[in-house]
């Protein structure tokens, strides 16, 4: 059976050696080697937060590690900023709601990246704002927020910045030290190059004295218990072992390849990416678009829905549509992770087929040519289609199927 390309931004295809790692036999998680490989990966985990700072492991999804940051930084009545933009930053007003806390909005629009200067008023109109919760990279929308300028807001104001980088982390620059961001969030099905279920939070100097007087419900998301567990090498719950051992493997590869030039890999598919739909005629989404994934407006006259259908049905290549009130509206080729440059390229030969085969005129091999134009500068990547060099990501050079 042909293997699905996926170009969804989450779960994201897993590299062999991840593959393989979750193949083995499982370990007993309260054991001496257990907490040496746990220490491990927790340490690397360090490096893709680029902190110093712990980093705190949930068996879970990144939904789960937002709530954590919510229930463990607040109590109910409190106040807190939460910057909108798309369907997972209103899952931070969510979350705040459901544990009584009174939210101030920043509004942004669909599409749009926050102002910084709103994020500044929100704060002088909210001086008693406990926390602001903002996104990275909003998944919804392809948009990437400025979180280094929100950074310099909140480092001089009492509220403490918390950052979704679920789809952001390791697509784009995320420095939590040099930034100032006091907790970053994460899951491991996109960039970490993992299958759905572990989720991390990193965790500085200024949250704690939030985490000790909050007095919400907490009990699995109690980070107390997470920290003190953490200073034997250890989880107070059962941990996801098979996917820590995978975790383990990715992270190798991860560090091999090093950070900055993961992100940069990202970018240079996204730029690619981006090229092509221009060269399809295709208008973006996102006015500030990200690395890892961009967001297309369906054209008019294509039915969006049929469109991401036709693609898996007739190519086997997966794309994610629009969520939420962008259903039919948009649809968005995510390039992070183990994505690779020849993914890219099959993915736009999907589109411009399924284009065509719904009414819309393309000019066949226009994307593909575009996209091996960008690919071709720093990569080695001519427009004949020859491969360039491995990465330390790709055992083979970008054979697309694994």
């Not at 590299?15 to 309260?30: C, F, N, T, W």
């Not at 669909?110 to 406990?130: E, F, I, N, T």
């Not at 190059?193 to 939030?210: C, D, E, I, T």
Request: glycine share 10%.
């Amino acid at each position: 059976m042909k293997d699905d390309i996926l170009l969804t931004p989450g779960p994201t295809p897993l590299p062999p050696q991840v593959r393989e790692a979750l193949g083995q036999p499982i370990m007993h998680h309260r054991t001496k080697p257990f907490r040496a490989l746990f220490q491990k990966t927790l340490q690397g985990m360090r490096t893709a937060f680029q902190t110093a700072q712990p980093v705190f492991c949930l068996t879970g999804s990144g939904t789960g590690a937002m709530e954590t940051a919510v229930v463990n930084l607040l109590s109910p009545g409190d106040e807190a900023v939460v910057v909108l933009g798309g369907k997972f930053a209103e899952r931070w007003q969510e979350l705040c709601q459901a544990y009584g806390v009174t939210v101030a909005t920043v509004p942004v629009a669909y599409g749009d990246a926050v102002d910084p200067r709103q994020v500044a008023q929100a704060l002088k109109s909210h001086p008693k704002a406990k926390a602001v919760f903002t996104t990275l990279l909003e998944t919804s929308t392809g948009v990437v927020n400025d979180i280094q300028a929100i950074a310099a807001l909140t480092r001089n104001s009492p509220a403490v910045l918390v950052v979704d980088a679920i789809s952001g982390l390791l697509s784009e620059p995320c420095q939590t030290d040099a930034w100032g961001v006091d907790m970053v969030v994460t899951g491991s099905q996109k960039g970490l190059m993992l299958p759905p279920g572990l989720a991390f939070l990193s965790a500085g100097p200024r949250v704690w004295p939030l985490i000790e007087a909050s007095k919400s419900p907490r009990y699995y998301y109690d980070l107390r218990l997470y920290k003190k567990a953490l200073a034997d090498d250890d989880t107070p719950f059962t941990a996801g072992v098979s996917l820590v051992m995978a975790l383990d493997a990715a992270l190798q590869l991860i560090l091999k390849e090093g950070v900055p030039q993961m992100i940069q890999r990202c970018e240079r598919m996204a730029k690619a990416t981006r090229a092509a739909m221009q060269a399809l005629g295709l208008e973006l989404f996102a006015k500030r678009p990200g690395n890892g994934v961009t967001a297309v407006k369906v054209p008019d006259g294509v039915d969006g829905k049929k469109l991401t259908a036709l693609m898996y049905e007739r190519s086997r290549v997966m794309i994610a549509g629009g969520q939420g009130q962008m259903a039919g509206k948009i649809f968005r080729f995510a390039h992070m992770g183990f994505i690779s440059p020849q993914d890219i390229l099959v993915g736009l030969d999907a589109l411009e087929q399924a284009l065509a085969e719904l009414g819309r005129p393309v000019q066949a091999g226009a994307a593909r040519k575009a996209a091996e134009a960008v690919l071709a500068r720093g990569s080695g990547l001519g427009a004949g289609g020859n491969c360039p060099a491995p990465t330390a990501l790709s055992p083979e050079p970008f054979s697309g199927r694994r």
